[in-house]
């Protein structure tokens, strides 16, 4: 194969100093990371449930696709809770990943005056 692929490699703290010889973790950029991927699972979260609201609507004003309006209410709901799922874990993976930083740096070494 010619192409390069890009391996998406998940920092498991266990292994503080290296991951499958990629180098020292930078664990700045891991917290932004999983802050970045909380945002998108409340935002994905939010949209779903939006979504859900709208098809319970829809099957109170279209009682003759109404149970097809259900279907797409529940699997909106669904996706809403696995969603709200995703940005607990990476809230809890930025928290980690946070931890680590300020074991290897301390607490203040971001404010460089």
């Not at 990476?90 to 607490?107: F, Y």
């Amino acid at each position: 194969m010619a192409e390069k692929q890009h391996h998406h490699h998940h920092h498991h703290l266990s292994h503080p100093k290296k991951v499958e010889d990629h180098g020292p973790v930078d664990y700045r950029k891991e917290e932004k990371h999983h802050k970045h991927l909380e945002h998108l699972g409340k935002a994905g979260a939010a949209a779903a449930g939006a979504y859900a609201m709208h098809e319970k609507h829809k099957a109170k004003k279209d009682p003759e696709h109404a149970h097809s309006h259900k279907v797409k209410e529940e699997i909106a709901a669904t996706i809403a809770v696995a969603a709200g799922g995703l940005a607990l874990h990476e809230k809890h993976e930025r928290k980690a990943a946070k931890k680590e930083d300020k074991k290897l740096h301390g607490k203040h070494h971001r404010h460089l005056f």
